[in-house]
C-alpha cells in the first residue's frame, strides 16, 4: 500500500502552541510517541510513504535523532522536501530512500496524474490561492489544520492536523477526490 502525510514537525517545540487544537500534548517527547504509533498502527513494514515535507524541526532535531526516529516508523520512506527539511544528501543519509523536491504520480483508483509537492502552489509560486495552470490535482501539505480538501483549486493537504495525526492511504486520497469532483 501507498500512503501520503507531511508536517510531523518531530522534536518542534512551538508546533504544540502553533497546533494547540490538533496536538494536545504536553511536551514533545509525547509528541513524536503518539505521532511514531499512529504512523506504525496505518503503515506496515512493506508499505511505501511519499512525504511532503517537514519531517523534524528545531535544534532537538540532531542527524542522530532523526535518523532513530525514521528507523522506528514502518515502511519505505519518499521525501518531497518542505521548507524545514535539510540538503537532499542529508536527507538520504537519515534514511530516507528517495528526495525530491517535487513529483507527479498517477494514483491508483483515480487514473490521472497528480502533482505532489510541500506548499500549496500555483505555478511555482508559494501561493494558497490559485489552482494549478496544468489543471491536475495538487496534494501538499504546509497548511496544517487549516484545511483537507480545497476542491474549487483542486488541492488536497496531507498536513498530519487534517489526518488525524497520522498518515493518510491513497485509496484515501482518491476517495477525497472522487468526492470532490
Known amino acids: 500500500m501507498r500512503f501520503l502525510s507531511s508536517d510531523h514537525h518531530f522534536f518542534h517545540h512551538n508546533i504544540l502552541k502553533y497546533e494547540a487544537a490538533h496536538r494536545p500534548f504536553r511536551d514533545v517527547e509525547e509528541m513524536n510517541e503518539a505521532l511514531i504509533a499512529r504512523w506504525n498502527e496505518r503503515v506496515g513494514a512493506d508499505d511505501e510513504v511519499v512525504y511532503l515535507g517537514d519531517f523534524a524541526f528545531g535544534r532537538a532535531a540532531t542527524p542522530e535523532r532523526v535518523r532513530e526516529v525514521l528507523a522506528r516508523l514502518n515502511g ?29 504520480l498517477t494514483l491508483e483508483g483515480w487514473g490521472e496524474e497528480v502533482r505532489l509537492c510541500h506548499y500549496p502552489l500555483g505555478e511555482g509560486e508559494r501561493t494558497q490561492g490559485r489552482p494549478a495552470p496544468d489543471g491536475r490535482w495538487l496534494l501538499h501539505g504546509h497548511v496544517h489544520g487549516l484545511w483537507r480538501v480545497r476542491p474549487e483549486l483542486k488541492m488536497v493537504n496531507l498536513s498530519v492536523e487534517a489526518w488525524g495525526l497520522a498518515p493518510a492511504s491513497e485509496r484515501e486520497v482518491v476517495d477525497l477526490i472522487c468526492a470532490s469532483v
Open 76 to 104: 519505505r520512506k519518499r521525501l518531497v522536501r518542505g521548507n524545514h527539511d535539510p540538503r537532499p544528501a542529508l536527507c538520504l543519509e537519515l534514511g530516507f530512500e528517495r528526495v525530491d523536491d517535487e513529483l507527479a
